[in-house]
Structure formats: structure tokens, C-alpha cells
């Protein structure tokens, strides 16, 4: 079935029309391209993967932006181990970024990966969805509590990249993004990696301990990746680092560790996008702006 897909894309070269047709989100066409160019095995010629390739340049961004600021967060964990860890769960901190979204108008909210847990604990032992036999009920319910607690808002477009432990469930054929756009309204960007552009200049978005095991993240050229999966807010000069907005595996003794989250407000040049980064932490029980925003300059193409 993902040839014939892949077939009915190489011969229609109409992105839009294979994915709506065969009932895909964009993530999961996008998916399966990737499969096919990067797959040694695939039955794909040389010079279709080279179409596949051009067909992904132009169509891969998962979303474009221009003056529309933009907050991240990361890490969430929801569901840590088992339902009665609350005081891990820090669903108070969502809801909080989302009431910040909707006061100071922010329109995009975006999720860098590790939405749940990906773990259950049997006896009090931790241990991986998959580790055996009769998990997939204790797995469906840690779902379903997720699905339950994650609020939205029609005021706040929510973007979620899926990470490391969210991909766990598909050892179960759940889909936490796929269920997530379908019963809550939230734009999947698929797993690990997705791209998205402001003002045309494309960035990266990573969830992935080791980056250059993601071999399509330079398939569209780009100047900025913004990573989740560190836990720790960071400000290098071509990386940014999303700190975790959970309540557990903080870097507490570490700058940047806090739990927190990141706006980007995007500024416009004659020849290069400008963004400015505002990280928010959290002290004393309240979330607190660093008093300096870290400055980014994208040359336009």
C-alpha cells in the first residue's frame, strides 16, 4: 500500500491530492517519502528518489509564518511511570503557557517533542510500553488520560512534534499524534524532525539526542535548528535548545534546567529575517523572563 502511494505521488507530482486522497495527514506522506528516498532496499529508482527529493523541497515545510510571534515548549512527559505520579504531571504549567498565548496573543504554540511518557510502571518497577505481555491496556489508558487533560484553544493553532518517547506507542499501532490531531484539533509535524519557514527562511525542528542520524533534516537547506530533547534552554550560535516544561528530569543545578519555555517574535529586513528569543523560566513558583533575548539573523535566499 506505501508503494502505491509513493507510485500515485511520482506520477501525479500533485502533493496535495495523493495525501487527500489516500486520507493522510501531511506528516505521514511526508513520512513516507523519507522512507523511499533514504531506504536502501526501496524499489525506487535513483532518479525517482531525485523527484521524491524535489517534490519534499518544495512541499516540506509543515507550516509558514511572517510577523506572528511563536512559543515553544518541550518535554512534557505527561503520565510519567504511572497515573498516580502527579506531582509529575505538570499539567498546571500548560495551562498556564496556554493562558500566557491567549493574553499576550500569541497564535502558534508549539510542542518540540516527548508529549507523554512512553513508560508504565507494573509493581513499582518502571518499565517501556513494550517490555511484554499486557501492556497495551495500561498503555491505552495512559493515552487516554493524556487525551482527556490536554487542553487546547481556538485563539492558539497547537503544532507537536512527536519525540523519542512518544514514538514508543507505535509499538502498540498507537499513533499519540495522529490521535491528538483527530479528537483535539493540534497540527501533527510528525516524528524526531520537521521543518517549518518564517518569512520564507526555513527552520529545523529536532528531537533527537544525535542530529546527523536524521538524514533528511538537511533535504531543505536551512541556517537555525530549534531542539527539544535536551531539557535545557540553550542559545548557541546556529542552535537552540528548548527546556523542558516538565516536572521531572530537570537540570536544576545547571543554567538554563528550570522548567520553562521559549517565544520567538520574527522581524522582517530588506534581506534578512530577524528573530528575537525570550526565554522564561521558572523561580520561586512563577515563570520569569530573562532579563537579555537572544538575537538570530536569517539570510534570505
Given at each position: 500500500m ?8 511520482l506520477?501525479?507530482n500533485?502533493?496535495?491530492?495523493t ?6 495527514y501531511?506528516?505521514?506522506?511526508l ?9 536502501s532496499?526501496?524499489?525506487?529508482k535513483?532518479q ?5 527529493k ?27 511511570s ?18 500566557f498565548?491567549?493574553y ?5 504554540l508549539?510542542h518540540?517533542g516527548?508529549?507523554?511518557?512512553g513508560?508504565?510502571?507494573?509493581n ?5 510500553i ?8 495500561n498503555?491505552?489508558e ?16 497547537h503544532l507537536v ?20 490531531a483527530?479528537k483535539?484539533?493540534v497540527?501533527p509535524?510528525?516524528?524526531c ?15 533527537e ?12 537547506p536551512?541556517?537555525?535548528t530549534?531542539h ?8 548557541n ?8 516544561l ?19 517574535y ?9 528573530l ?24 534570505k535566499?
Amino acid at each position: 500500500m506505501d508503494e502505491e502511494i509513493i507510485r500515485e505521488l511520482l506520477d501525479t507530482n500533485d502533493f496535495y491530492k495523493t495525501m487527500i486522497k489516500n486520507k493522510l495527514y501531511k506528516y505521514e506522506l511526508l513520512d513516507l517519502m523519507r522512507n523511499n528516498i533514504f531506504v536502501s532496499d526501496s524499489s525506487i529508482k535513483m532518479q525517482e528518489k531525485e523527484i521524491l527529493k524535489g517534490i519534499y523541497r518544495v512541499e516540506g515545510c509543515m507550516f509558514d509564518i511572517n510577523y506572528d510571534p511563536i512559543m515553544f515548549i518541550s518535554d512534557t512527559h505527561y503520565d510519567y511511570s504511572s497515573l498516580d505520579r502527579q506531582d509529575m504531571n505538570r499539567w498546571d504549567f500548560l495551562y498556564y503557557v496556554l493562558d500566557f498565548c491567549k493574553y499576550n496573543k500569541i497564535r502558534y504554540l508549539v510542542h518540540g517533542g516527548d508529549i507523554g511518557d512512553g513508560t508504565i510502571e507494573v509493581n513499582g518497577v518502571k518499565q517501556f510500553i513494550d517490555f511484554g505481555r499486557g501492556s497495551y491496556e495500561n498503555t491505552r489508558e495512559q493515552i487516554n488520560n493524556i487525551l482527556k487533560n490536554y487542553l487546547v484553544s481556538p485563539e492558539v493553532h497547537h503544532l507537536v512534534l512527536g519525540g523519542n518517547h512518544d514514538k514508543m506507542y507505535l509499538s502498540y499501532n498507537i499513533d499519540i499524534l495522529r490521535e491528538l490531531a483527530d479528537k483535539k484539533n493540534v497540527l501533527p509535524l510528525g516524528y524526531c524532525q520537521a521543518f517549518f519557514s518564517v518569512f520564507g527562511c526555513p527552520i529545523s525542528l529536532e528531537h533527537e539526542s544525535r542530529p546527523f542520524r536524521i538524514e533528511c533534516r538537511n533535504l531543505i537547506p536551512h541556517s537555525l535548528t530549534i531542539h527539544g530533547h535536551s531539557h535545557t534552554a540553550k542559545f548557541n550560535d546556529y542552535d537552540i535548545y528548548i527546556p523542558t516544561l516538565g516536572g521531572f528530569l530537570n537540570h536544576k543545578g545547571e543554567e538554563g534546567g528550570e522548567p520553562g519555555f521559549i517565544v520567538m517574535y520574527p522581524y522582517n529586513g530588506r534581506n534578512s529575517v530577524h528573530l528575537e528569543f525570550d526565554h522564561y523560566y521558572l523561580k520561586d513558583g512563577c515563570f520569569e523572563k530573562k532579563p537579555e533575548s537572544y538575537v538570530y539573523k536569517l539570510n534570505k535566499k
